[in-house]
């Protein structure tokens, strides 16, 4: 049974940081694609960033230069580091993988925006205020 687990979200103030952390079990992650998305209400849903088998990486445009993913399969955990947040990053983050097998960092993100990946956990809410 695949799992996703995401925590690590809150309350911060415009400028601030967080770290968001979600587990995964259940499947042999190391040879897929996951990734972050963020769903706010009356917004569509928007890929954040993805991170292939093989370490690379894209993020949208919307959040590059401050947002950084990264995963450690080791711990079966993948990371979203957000840094200079602002009021518009505000809404609830999921973090999805897909089995999809050879899924590039771009091709994922795509994904994610479009019809989505495979699995994703109950997502946790970021609120940054003004």
């Known amino acids: 049974q695949v799992q996703l687990v995401e925590s690590g979200g809150g309350s911060v103030q415009a400028g601030g940081s967080l770290r968001l952390s979600c587990e995964f079990s259940?499947?042999?992650?190391?040879?897929?694609?996951m990734g972050w998305f963020r769903q706010a209400p009356g917004k569509e849903r928007e890929g954040v960033a993805a991170i292939a088998s093989d370490g690379d990486t894209s993020y949208a445009d919307s959040v590059k230069g401050r947002f950084t993913i990264s995963r450690d399969n080791a711990k079966n955990t993948l990371y979203l580091e957000m840094t200079s947040l602002k009021p518009e990053d505000t809404a609830i983050y999921y973090c999805?993988?897909?089995?999809?097998?050879?899924?590039?960092?771009?091709?994922?993100?795509?994904?994610?925006?479009?019809?989505?990946?495979?699995?994703w956990g109950k997502g946790t809410l970021v609120t940054v205020s003004s």
């Open positions: 999805a993988v897909d089995l999809a097998l050879g899924m590039t960092a771009i091709e994922g993100l795509n994904l994610m925006s479009s019809r989505g990946m495979d699995y």
């Open positions: 259940g499947y042999t992650y190391s040879s897929l694609c």
